[in-house]
């Protein structure tokens, strides 16, 4: 029987009567989270990291560095992480609990493949869901011996790493976590290792060994499909790696804006990756009002600041070529597409369905509750836009961060509100987003879970 404390707290988001309005300094970005730590985990010294993102995923990174033998001091957003090259990773004396990070747990056995000894890890009930041939298959090719559950398909996953020799692959879905896998074991392989994506993914592993003195080049369209090449380093130097906002994060903030009448938010300090602003170029063709300033780089990432504005959008089509630079954000765009003038079209998102959720089916519950037309296909969505927006509706977040925050999203550009049935999951990737989101002026009121609903209590923040 479930009990009270195994059901995590909702929360009803109200609408947003003054606009979301104010400026804000999003969390660090949990890409360059992660890999700022794997990478310093090899590092020949110590990498100080700073504006590292506090939350469950990236906790879970600090957390498999130390299992490895690594030193990792903490103080706040600095890290220290005491790299001693590949020779100071050692054999986990337990497995490896990645939580919810599939990035964790595709790119650790690319770090370790090089390493003869055994790394075991797993991690909670949606991440034994996410394929992993897609990794185990090409390090098996370079020369180590992997394993999973379901022949190799599924966590729990093993690998004992050996000498390993270059591959060229051919990744089958574009896919920045798979790609960085085989790069960081080609970082310790014997001759070139080169990988074709089909469509441009998020580049952060290929920056932050540029930045280390590694070898790595890109040949292809600058926006589409290349290959990556990367060769064998002796060592990798960095001493300081400052991590900028998430755009993925920011993200949230600037559809908000963009839905609620009224609303003005300025994010300084946000990361400007073009491998990562695909929602930006998608929402600015729907007619956002949105406005970027480039400033100096952090390190190998470039940032600025974003401002949006209140404004009415049109409908657009998201096809294959852009899914990747918007990935994670595609709930966003349709949440935005479903206050557009017309029908929206995506396609060539299947990989939504293989994310912390099913995304595309959470979408498609999320936005008929709001009472909007949609279509769901196999790969993609129609959405027909309502721009006098919608009464409120209830959003089913399958444990989804994601999901979640675009709920409260909805919920503030509603006129009843937005009932979100877990809030907890949003610790995965923003543990303070309610107390963010309330600073400008996004009402809430938490559900705490009871057994009896008619005692359900709740406390409002504003
Ligand atoms: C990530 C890559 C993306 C993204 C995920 C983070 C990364 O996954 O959805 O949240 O840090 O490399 P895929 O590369 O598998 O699409």
């Not at 993102?53 to 030193?71: I, N, P, W, Y």
């Not at 559950?149 to 966590?155: I, K």
């Not at 929602?279 to 949105?290: F, Y």
């Amino acid at each position: 029987m479930m009990t009270v404390s195994d059901v995590p707290a909702g929360a009803v988001f109200l609408p947003a009567t003054d606009g979301i309005k104010g400026t804000l300094q999003v969390p660090g970005d949990k890409s360059v989270s992660h890999r700022a730590v794997l990478l310093g985990a090899v590092n020949s010294g110590p990498l100080t990291v700073t504006g590292f993102l506090r939350s469950a995923d990236t906790r879970a990174t600090v957390a498999a560095v130390r299992a490895l033998g690594v030193e990792v001091a903490e103080q706040g957003d600095r890290l220290v992480v005491h790299g001693r090259g590949w020779e100071g990773l050692a054999e986990p004396e337990d497995v490896i609990d990645v939580a919810d990070s599939g990035t964790l747990i595709r790119l650790v056995p690319g770090l370790v493949a090089s390493r003869d000894f055994l790394c075991i890890l797993t991690g909670d009930a949606s991440i034994r869901r996410r394929p992993m041939a897609r990794v185990l298959q090409p390090l098996a090719a370079m020369g180590a011996s992997v394993t999973g559950r379901r022949g190799g398909t599924l966590p729990p996953i093993a690998v004992r790493g050996a000498l390993l020799k270059g591959l060229t692959h051919h990744l089958e879905v574009a896919s920045a976590q798979v790609k960085s896998c085989i790069l960081l074991a080609g970082l310790r392989a014997h001759g070139e290792t080169a990988v074709y994506e089909p469509a441009l993914c998020r580049d952060h592993t290929e920056r932050l060994i540029g930045y280390a003195g590694g070898r790595v080049e890109r040949e292809g369209a600058p926006d589409g499909p290349g290959t990556v090449r990367v060769w064998p380093v002796e060592s990798l130097h960095m001493e300081h790696v400052a991590v900028p906002g998430d755009i993925s994060s920011a993200a949230f903030f600037i559809v908000a804006a963009l839905l609620v009448p009224d609303s003005e938010v300025r994010l300084p300090n946000v990361g400007l990756n073009p491998t990562r602003t695909g929602l930006l170029k998608v929402l600015a063709r729907m007619g956002a009002q949105i406005h970027v300033e480039q400033g100096p780089p952090a390190g190998p990432e470039p940032v600025g600041q974003v401002c949006a504005h209140t404004s009415d959008l049109t409908a657009t089509d998201v096809d294959r070529s852009e899914v990747p630079a918007l990935i994670d954000e595609l709930p966003l765009f349709l949440l935005a597409a479903a206050k557009a003038r017309g029908t929206s079209r995506l396609r060539g998102a299947a990989e939504l369905r293989a994310k912390e959720s099913d995304r595309l089916r959470a979408m498609a519950g999320l936005l008929t509750s709001l009472g909007v037309e949609i279509v769901e296909h196999s790969d993609g969505m129609d959405v027909t836009g309502r721009p006098d927006g919608w009464q409120g509706g209830q959003v089913a977040s399958h444990a989804d961060h994601r999901l979640a925050m675009v709920g409260a999203v909805a919920g503030a550009a509603s006129r009843k509100g937005v009932q979100v049935d877990d809030v907890e999951c949003i610790g995965v990737s923003y543990p303070g987003f309610v107390d963010a989101f309330a600073a400008l002026g996004g009402t809430s009121r938490t559900v705490h879970p009871t057994t009896d609903a008619s005692r359900a209590c709740s406390e409002v923040h504003t």
